[in-house]
T-cell receptor, first 111, second 113 residues
Framework: KNQVEQSPQSLIILEGKNCTLQ??????????LRWYKQDTGRGPVSLTI?????NTKSNGRYTATLDADTKQSSLHITASQLSDSASYIC??????????FGAGTTVTVRA | DTAVSQTPKYLVTQMGNDKSIKCEQN?????MYWYKQDSKKFLKIMFS???????INETVPNRFSPKSPDKAHLNLHINSLELGDSAVYFC????????????FGEGSRLTVL
């Protein structure tokens, strides 16, 4: 079964601190993995895309990693800001019409 | 200039009523989608259209009927609304059919009383 598991379900961090979100998947075959950020009351927005050959990709203070052998990805947020408070969703593509979504990690950044 | 726009943003209605949600994208994408996000924030695909043709139709009650008059529009009509239909419905589009980045609308929150 093609599944995407994200952890933790939620976390609270202080402004300026770093945090790491995890995404484990059993999707096969693998085409790409995207991290989306969903602000409260808004639609998800893509942060990064990782293909099979990529290990690390950065988008500002967001850095995604991928280990295709262990089928794990992480999203690291550096020097968190209040605007980072959102849900982060991991989405894995098989290359066909099926996308597998994780349930998301809710991040709350406190001043 | 909004890329994917859906209306209305909020819908409050009684059980048994019929309602529609409209979606338009100005990105020139070929593929459009409807997703349902439940209270646990989990996004679930409902339908996908590619160039006005239905390509994904997940296990959704036939009370839900999508309609794509052209590739820039994908509307969702829901008949005989039930309490369990309460959710946020997201329209999305992508350039590629299956591996492209999804561009989401702002969502339409449906509350069935």
């Amino acid at each position: 079964k093609n599944q995407v598991e994200q952890s933790p379900q939620s976390l609270i961090i202080l402004e300026g601190k770093n945090c790491t979100l995890q995404c484990n998947y059993t999707v096969s075959p693998f085409s790409n993995l995207r991290w989306y950020k969903q602000d409260t009351g808004r639609g998800p927005v893509s942060l990064t895309i990782m293909t099979f050959s990529e290990n690390t990709k950065s988008n500002g203070r967001y850095t995604a990693t991928l280990d295709a052998d262990t089928k794990q990805s992480s999203l690291h947020i550096t020097a968190s800001q209040l605007s980072d408070s959102a849900s982060y969703i991991c989405v894995v593509s098989r290359g066909d019409y099926k996308l597998s979504f994780g349930a998301g990690t809710t991040v709350t950044v406190r001043a | 200039d909004t890329a994917v726009s859906q209306t209305p943003k909020y819908l409050v209605t009684q059980m048994g009523n019929d309602k529609s949600i409209k979606c338009e994208q100005n990105l020139g994408h070929d593929t459009m989608y409807w997703y349902k996000q439940d209270s646990k924030k989990f996004l679930k695909i409902m339908f996908s259209y590619n160039n006005k043709e239905l390509i994904i139709n997940e296990t959704v009650p036939n009370r839900f009927s999508p309609k794509s008059p052209d590739k820039a529009h994908l509307n969702l009509h829901i008949n005989s609304l039930e309490l369990g239909d309460s959710a946020v419905y997201f329209c999305a589009s992508s350039l590629g059919t299956y591996t492209g980045e999804l561009f989401f609308g702002e969502g339409s929150r449906l509350t069935v009383l």
